[in-house]
């Protein structure tokens, strides 16, 4: 069965680093999202892609987040000035639209900030 | 801003024993509510649901929803230590986003 695969599955960096999150969504998905969990609490979007341009973005999601799409498989989060509060873990998701079809989530990504 | 509320927070059972696990939500412009499973890591999604009274069934779990009252249950019955799990449920409103309840923790002891 085809899944979200996540690398790395730990990552841990300094504060004021730059961290890639890398993901290759299902391969014939269009909608791709990244979603956050702070130990403890829920799970929270970030960030939907589609068509190589955000399609929307949280509140959470600001300067220092950007998304690319580098390659035909390829989905990446960049964090570029590491926090503390950063630390949690990133979940990627794909699915095939963006209303009648579920969203498939990846193993996640657990980013710690030192 | 739309809301999602799931309880009870925890629960502890025994194997065999059926659990019903409650989300209530606040949305504009509902599209669909969703159910994952989460174990270790990645939540695995059960169910989405669209429309009101209608049970989907997956072996021992099964869903209804109810738009009038903006709530939705998930069943599990003759529960197994595999079941334990924090079950998450998540709205989908116009757009992309998923917006998530805080989970029901369940533990099912043998």
């Known amino acids: 069965e085809p899944e979200v695969t996540q690398t790395p599955s730990h990552q841990v960096t300094q504060m004021g680093q730059e961290v890639i999150l890398r993901c290759v969504p299902i391969s014939n998905h269009l909608y791709f999202y990244w979603y956050r969990q702070i130990l403890g609490q829920k799970v929270e979007f970030l960030v939907s892609?589609?068509?190589?341009?955000?399609?929307?973005k949280s509140e959470i999601f600001d300067d220092q987040f950007s998304v690319e799409r580098p390659d035909g498989s390829n989905f990446t989060l960049k964090i570029r000035s590491t926090k503390l509060e950063d630390s949690a873990m990133y979940f990627c998701?794909?699915?095939?639209?963006?209303?009648?079809?579920?969203?498939?989530f990846g193993p996640g990504t657990r980013l710690t900030v030192t | 801003e739309d809301k999602v509320v799931q309880s009870p927070l925890s629960l502890v059972v025994h194997e065999g024993d059926t659990v019903t696990l409650n989300c209530s939500y606040e949305v504009t412009n509902f599209r669909s509510l969703l159910w994952y499973k989460q174990e270790k890591k990645a939540p695995t999604f059960l169910f989405m649901l669209?429309?009101?009274?209608i049970e989907k069934k997956s072996g021992r779990l099964s869903s209804i929803l109810d738009k009038k009252e903006l709530f939705s249950i998930l069943n599990i019955t003759a529960t197994q230590t595999g079941d334990s799990a924090i079950y998450l449920c998540?709205?989908?409103?116009?757009?992309?986003?998923?917006?998530f309840g805080g989970g029901t923790r369940v533990l099912v002891k043998p």
């Open positions: 892609f589609y068509n190589n341009e955000i399609s929307e």
């Open positions: 669209t429309s009101s009274g």
């Open positions: 998701a794909s699915s095939l639209d963006r209303v009648t079809y579920e969203q498939y």
């Open positions: 998540a709205n989908k409103a116009a757009g992309n986003k998923l917006t």
